[in-house]
T-cell receptor, first 116, second 116 residues
Framework: EAGVTQFPSHSVIEKGQTVTLRCDPI?????LYWYRRVMGKEIKFLLH????????ESGMPNNRFLAERTGGTYSTLKVQPAELEDSGVYFC??????????????FGEGSRLTVL | AQSVTQLDSHVSVSEGTPVLLRCNYS??????LFWYVQHPNKGLQLLLK??????LVKGINGFEAEFKKSETSFHLTKPSAHMSDAAEYFC??????????????FGQGTTLQVKP
């Protein structure tokens, strides 16, 4: 069974440009999450989809970030325009059951974003 | 609000000696607690989880953790370190603020070095 896959693994862009990160969850997982780790900081929650709906987007830093999950399958996270402080590793995860009910999140390898 | 503190940013042990990675949590609710591991250039992998069942939780690769409510701790241990255990370890608590949330709160991470 394929795990969570993320693309690209690494992206280098200039400040002001746009980047779109993609996540393919494990088949059958209704729950999809985005997390981010900026340099020297802890991993932080961005948002949670249940199927195509945003269940919790309390961690999205500002309106330059747009997450979508059309059709409830793969998800994209767009940063537009990118700023220097957006540099970091963006993790996607999926699960059948949410963690507060004992579910396990399966994480992708992350997309490393470098904004110059 | 929930929070988690990993008391050591870096731990170094010799191969074959015990491992202790310390974690304290703060939660207004009965927490769900997890330990995740990240090997270089890999995704996060679940080691073990506590969800209000047995307080001593056994995980993969010989790791275990004990939930101690009186000490608000969830330390990770292993009797004998192996070279392959070298990685970054994260103590994680599930946010129970909303019953349907999928949000996880991560500690700052502990890098485990294993010396031959």
């Amino acid at each position: 069974e394929a795990g969570v896959t993320q693309f690209p693994s690494h992206s280098v862009i200039e400040k002001g440009q746009t980047v779109t990160l993609r996540c393919d969850p494990i088949s059958g997982h209704d729950n999809l999450y985005w997390y981010r780790r900026v340099m020297g900081k802890e991993i932080k929650f961005l948002l949670h989809f249940v199927k195509e709906s945003k269940q919790d987007e309390s961690g999205m830093p500002n309106n330059r970030f747009l997450a979508e999950r059309t059709g409830g399958t793969y998800s994209t996270l767009k940063v537009q325009p990118a700023e220097l402080e957006d540099s970091g590793v963006y993790f996607c995860a999926s699960s059948q059951v949410i963690p507060s009910r004992g579910g396990e999140l399966f994480f992708g390898e992350g997309s490393r974003l470098t904004v110059l | 609000a929930q929070s988690v503190t990993q008391l050591d940013s870096h731990v170094s042990v010799s191969e074959g000696t015990p491992v202790l990675l310390r974690c304290n949590y703060s939660s207004s609710y009965s927490p769900s607690l997890f330990w995740y591991v990240q090997h270089p250039n890999k995704g996060l992998q679940l080691l073990l989880k506590y969800t209000s069942a047995a307080t001593l939780v056994k995980g993969i690769n010989g790791f275990e953790a004990e939930f101690k409510k009186s000490e608000t701790s969830f330390h990770l241990t292993k009797p004998s370190a192996h070279m392959s255990d070298a990685a970054e370890y994260f103590c994680v608590v599930s946010d129970h603020g909303s019953s349907n949330t999928g949000k996880l709160i991560f500690g700052q991470g502990t890098t485990l070095q294993v010396k031959p």
